[in-house]
């Protein structure tokens, strides 16, 4: 059974403040992972994609990935009010679609 | 380019009946796979249709079917409906690149509300 985990939160940070977002997967054989962006009531988002090892960085998203450590995380940085949704963390392995966690709720407080 | 767009937005169903939920895939997207999300999970994978056939399958009872038609369009079936169907079904689609379909696009998703 593969399995991707993350803290359900919810994580409350400052508006301005770095948000740090984490989740670890089962199977060592991933190749993709992927951040997802979810309001309430709403679908997913994809924010960021990232497949090799180290950090990736997107406007103010930054996605870092450790395979060794099966870990991936997500960094927002300058947190708005906006940012205030419940972020997914996804895993593709090849031969089954996205394996998803149950999402980190993230609060960003004025 | 247009998105992924889905139909029904909202639907309200009694147990033991029959629902059709559609779906079309992105502009140039020839893969589409279905998720049912319930209330604070994530998304479950129930099916992907790739070329009109069904290309992998979820943890989902025979009850639950699905169709592809040649212009990639999509319909999730659920018979004999149950309280537990009631979620939010998301559709996502995907271009098959080098036989993967890693980066998926979800649409707006159908809540299903089961009484």
């Known amino acids: 059974q593969k399995e991707v985990e993350q803290n359900s939160g919810p994580l409350s940070v400052p508006e301005g403040a770095i948000a740090s977002l984490n989740c670890t997967y089962s199977d060592r054989g991933s190749q993709s992972f992927f951040w997802y962006r979810q309001y309430s009531g709403k679908s997913p988002e994809l924010i960021m994609s990232?497949?090799?090892?180290g950090d990736k960085e997107d406007g103010r998203f930054t996605a870092q990935l450790n395979k060794a450590s099966q870990y991936v995380s997500l960094l927002i940085r300058d947190s708005q009010p906006s940012d205030s949704a419940t972020y997914l963390c996804a895993v593709y392995s090849g031969n089954t679609p996205l394996v998803f966690g149950k999402g980190t709720r993230l609060s960003v407080i004025a | 380019e247009t998105g992924v767009t889905q139909s029904p937005t909202h639907l309200i169903k009694t147990r033991g009946q029959q629902v059709t939920l559609r779906c079309s895939s992105q502009?140039?997207?020839?893969?589409v796979s279905w998720y049912q999300q319930a209330l604070g999970q994530g998304p479950q994978f129930i099916f992907q249709?790739?070329?009109?056939?069904?290309?992998g399958r979820g943890n989902f009872p025979p009850r639950f079917s699905g169709l592809q038609f040649p212009n990639y369009s999509s319909e999730l079936n659920v018979n004999a409906l149950e309280l537990d169907d009631s979620a939010l079904y998301l559709c996502?689609?995907?271009?098959?690149?080098?036989?993967?379909?890693?980066?998926?696009?979800f649409g707006p998703g159908t809540r299903l509300t089961v009484l």
């Open positions: 249709y790739y070329r009109e056939e069904e290309n």
């Open positions: 502009s140039g997207h020839n893969t």
């Open positions: 996502a689609s995907s271009p098959w690149t080098s036989g993967a379909t890693d980066t998926q696009y």
């Open positions: 990232i497949y090799s090892n």
